[in-house]
């Protein structure tokens, strides 16, 4: 594979089925009731203003606080590395702007995968994610989405779609690394993670609900987050230096990208979470720790 990144910490795969909520404890040393890693929100009344006409609604799970992780599909894919370009945006101010070029690098991912039946055997099941262009034939979702998968392909945003291959998953980080065709679609613009601060604002973008391309605006809300969640077989996973968002996350945006006002990535969505105690909380892996298993997921499949 071309312009292979130097290797990155050793990958390894993680467990967590498409479209399920899955129980999460609270963070280590927290004083917060245990939360759910959350597929979903119930909306509550208030509506803050979006660009591209659409609506961000504080939303909360009421009863027992848990915490749910956005759990969305599962493929597989090969492809090639990342490169950092240069913003698409042109300098343009205008959000909406912004967003329209971003959302070109944005696919849905589509996986079916299986998982041990209820009485012996297996069953197959669907989920859908979400994914983002980071170098030519390459696409990054979450390891979660396609865990188990047996086929995986993606939507781009004109509608067609390509088979994709899983060339590797790092549950430690929830990242996997798909090849993909991607023709001549443009690579999302690679920002740094770690120039963000407090209350900067953010975008995330993706296929939550089977809606269609959909973008949420909020800010950063927390930096440097550390929660554990469930990998779907009785065990959990510990992610760290995860960015907090407002931005609404929803079943489908996992893997889809946060971007900043300038339209470059700093963050793949993974989690939203939601309780009686929380809302608008939602969980991102920072691009500045993501980039360098990214490189090593893409350059251990050449």
């Given at each position: 594979m071309d312009d292979v990144f130097p290797p990155a910490p050793d990958a390894r795969s993680q467990d967590?089925?498409?479209g399920s909520e899955i129980p999460?404890?609270?963070?280590?040393?927290?004083?917060?009731?245990?939360v759910a890693r959350?597929?979903?929100?119930?909306?509550?009344?208030?509506?803050?203003?979006?660009?591209?006409?659409l609506a961000l609604t504080a939303s909360v799970v009421e009863g027992a606080v848990l915490v749910k992780v956005v759990a969305e599909d599962r493929a597989g894919s090969e492809v090639a590395p990342i490169a950092s370009v240069a913003s698409t945006?042109?300098?343009?101010?205008?959000?909406?702007s912004?967003?329209?070029?971003?959302?070109?690098?944005?696919?849905?991912?589509?996986?079916?995968?299986?998982?041990?039946?209820?009485?012996?055997?297996?069953?197959?099941?669907?989920?859908?994610?979400s994914g983002v262009i980071v170098g030519s034939d390459l696409v990054v979702t979450n390891a979660h989405v396609v865990d188990g998968?047996?086929?995986?392909s993606v939507t781009f945003g004109d509608g067609t779609e390509a088979n994709?291959?899983?060339?590797?998953?790092?549950a430690t980080h929830d990242i996997a690394a798909l090849s993909v065709s991607t023709g001549n679609r443009p690579v999302m613009a690679i920002g740094s993670s770690g120039d963000l601060a407090l209350g900067q604002q953010v975008?995330?973008?993706?296929?939550?609900?089977?809606?269609?391309?959909?973008?949420?605006?909020?800010?950063?809300?927390?930096?440097?987050?550390?929660?554990?969640?469930s990998n779907g077989t009785g065990g959990s996973e510990h992610l760290e230096g995860l960015l907090q968002t407002d931005a609404a996350i929803n079943p489908g945006n996992s893997g889809g990208p946060l971007i900043d006002a300038a339209g470059q990535l700093v963050g793949i969505n993974t989690a939203g979470a939601s309780a009686s105690s929380a809302e608008n909380i939602g969980f991102a892996i920072a691009i500045d720790g993501a980039l360098p298993i990214i490189q090593h997921l893409a350059g251990s499949a050449t």
């Open positions: 967590e089925e498409a999460i404890p609270a963070a280590p040393g927290s004083d917060a009731e245990p959350s597929s979903g929100h119930r909306p509550r009344g208030r509506v803050l203003p979006m660009l591209l006409a945006t042109g300098g343009k101010t205008d959000l909406s912004v967003i329209a070029d971003a959302m070109r690098s944005v696919v849905a991912v589509k996986v079916t995968a299986t998982r041990p039946g209820p009485f012996g055997g297996v069953m197959q099941i669907e989920g859908q994610g998968a047996t086929k995986v994709a291959t899983v060339l590797g998953t790092d975008v995330a973008l993706g296929y939550p609900l089977g809606l269609g391309a959909t973008a949420t605006a909020g800010i950063v809300s927390g930096l440097n987050r550390t929660i554990d969640v």
